[in-house]
Structures are given as C-alpha cells and as structure tokens.
C-alpha cells in the first residue's frame, strides 16, 4: 500500500516562511513527477508546482520567486519551501506523486491527506 504523508503546515505571520514535506512510504518501485497542489475554502484545487524526478522545476505564476520545490530521491521526500507568505496563501496543502508501485502494471497518482497554511495579516 502507497502512502503520502504530508507535515509542515501551521500559522504564520504575512512575510514569514513555512516548509512543507511529502513523504511517500509503501511498495515503491519509481516515483515520476511530484507535486504539491493547494485549496482555499470555497476555490478549486490549484497547482502550485511541480518537480519531475530528475529534478526540473515548474511553479505557478503566483508563487514564482517565493516558494521551492525539491525532493530527495532516496527519501522519497518532496519540500515545499514557502518564504515571503501572503493572507492569500492560506489553504489546505496536498502532496501529489505519480507513482509506480512493485508488481504495478502501470504508474497510478495517489494524495496526501492535505496540511493546512494559515497566513495571518
């Protein structure tokens, strides 16, 4: 059984920094793409960036220059590095992997369970 467990989230201040962490547990042969998605009340789930397994990076607009993604591969762990926080940054934050269990047929996408950001202004 794959897992995604993320830990991190909590209250802050606007301007200061959280990091999130991913990690996956369970039969694991490969993990592809990482991702880390967020969802503020009544909005739709967002992307917020993403990391493939070689290490390539994408980041939505809103984020650039704020916020990290990295993994380690060994770990099996993704990061989500949030500086400069805003009021708007508040939401729930979900981990998402492609992952490729053992004895798997083909890759399958699994979630976390989400970890809340709240940003106070």
């Known amino acids: 059984q794959v897992q995604l467990v993320e830990s991190g989230g909590g209250l802050v201040q606007a301007g200061g920094s959280l990091r999130l962490s991913c990690a996956a547990s369970?039969?694991?042969?490969?993990?592809?793409?990482m991702a880390w998605f967020r969802q503020a009340p009544g909005s739709q789930r967002e992307l917020v960036a993403t990391?493939?397994?070689?290490?390539?990076?994408s980041y939505a607009d809103s984020v650039k220059g704020r916020f990290t993604i990295s993994r380690d591969n060994a770990k099996k762990t993704a990061y989500l590095q949030m500086n400069s926080l805003k009021p708007e940054d508040t939401a729930l934050y979900y981990c998402?992997?492609?992952?490729?269990?053992?004895?798997?047929?083909?890759?399958?996408?699994?979630w976390g369970q989400g970890t809340q950001v709240t940003v106070s202004s």
């Open positions: 990391i493939t397994h070689s290490g390539s990076t």
């Open positions: 998402n992997a492609n992952i490729f269990a053992i004895s798997a047929r083909y890759p399958t996408e699994y």
């Open positions: 369970g039969n694991i042969f490969l993990i592809n793409n």
